[in-house]
T-cell receptor, first 111, second 112 residues
Framework: GEDVEQSLFLSVREGDSSVINCTYT??????LYWYKQEPGAGLQLLTY?????DMKQDQRLTVLLNKKDKHLSLRIADTQTGDSAIYFC???????????FGKGTRLSVIA | DTGVSQNPRHKITKRGQNVTFRCDPI?????LYWYRQTLGQGPEFLTY????????KSRLLSDRFSAERPKGSFSTLEIQRTEQGDSAMYLC??????????FGPGTRLTVL
């Protein structure tokens, strides 16, 4: 079945760049998403990319997609303490079907 | 646009009791999804609707779980005869057409 893998923890210093990685197994994945979850809260959509794109930039966020290796990354430039949260990678084969999530990467930003 | 809302935000119940959660999607969003999230895990799909039609149910959704979306607007998720293993955060999301899913704040269920 479909599977999405993420490293569980990442720690960076304030002002540095953070790179969160994700791999997926479903070759029919068409839409790939990054969500942010703060403690006790729901999921906030950060950005998404379609499989026909290699890169997408949105302010401090850059998403890179390597479709051949089924690898997705999220780069956060100038990481701030407010970026501390759990980041989830998710995929779906079409834009209106259930998402398959990874277990999340806990980002800790050290001041 | 007030976002997806869920009620209650927290529910504590005793094993064996029935509980019902409500989700109000973003208006004009025709798709509504239920997910369950346990500690240290990502959300797992439970079921979803297009308007009032329930399109798919996960194998995670045992016979004790039932979901409805009677008029294609709000949805309810009922768990009968709750078990301790049902303790989790229940998340609702909605989308319009082939667009991104927006999540509500979740309902945290604790079964004692």
């Amino acid at each position: 079945g479909e599977d999405v893998e993420q490293s569980l923890f990442l720690s960076v210093r304030e002002g540095d760049s953070s790179v969160i990685n994700c791999t997926y197994t479903d070759s029919s994945s068409t839409y790939l998403y990054w969500y942010k979850q703060e403690p006790g809260a729901g999921l906030q959509l950060l950005t998404y990319i379609f499989s026909n794109m290699d890169m997408k930039q949105d302010q401090r966020l850059t998403v890179l997609l390597n479709k051949k290796d089924k690898h997705l990354s999220l780069r956060i430039a100038d990481t701030q303490t407010g970026d501390s949260a759990i980041y989830f990678c998710a995929e779906t084969s079409s834009g209106n079907t259930p998402l398959v999530f990874g277990k999340g990467t806990r980002l800790s930003v050290i001041a | 646009d007030t976002g997806v809302s869920q009620n209650p935000r927290h529910k504590i119940t005793k094993r064996g009791q029935n509980v019902t959660f409500r989700c109000d999607p973003i208006s004009e969003h025709n798709r509504l999804y239920w997910y369950r999230q346990t500690l240290g895990q990502g959300p797992e799909f439970l079921t979803y609707f297009q308007n009032e039609a329930q399109l798919e149910k996960s194998r995670l959704l045992s016979d004790r779980f039932s979901a409805e979306r009677p008029k294609g607007s709000f949805s309810t998720l009922e768990i009968q005869r709750t078990e301790q293993g049902d303790s989790a955060m229940y998340l609702c999301a909605s989308s319009r057409g082939i667009n991104e899913q927006f999540f509500g704040p979740g309902t945290r269920l604790t079964v004692l």
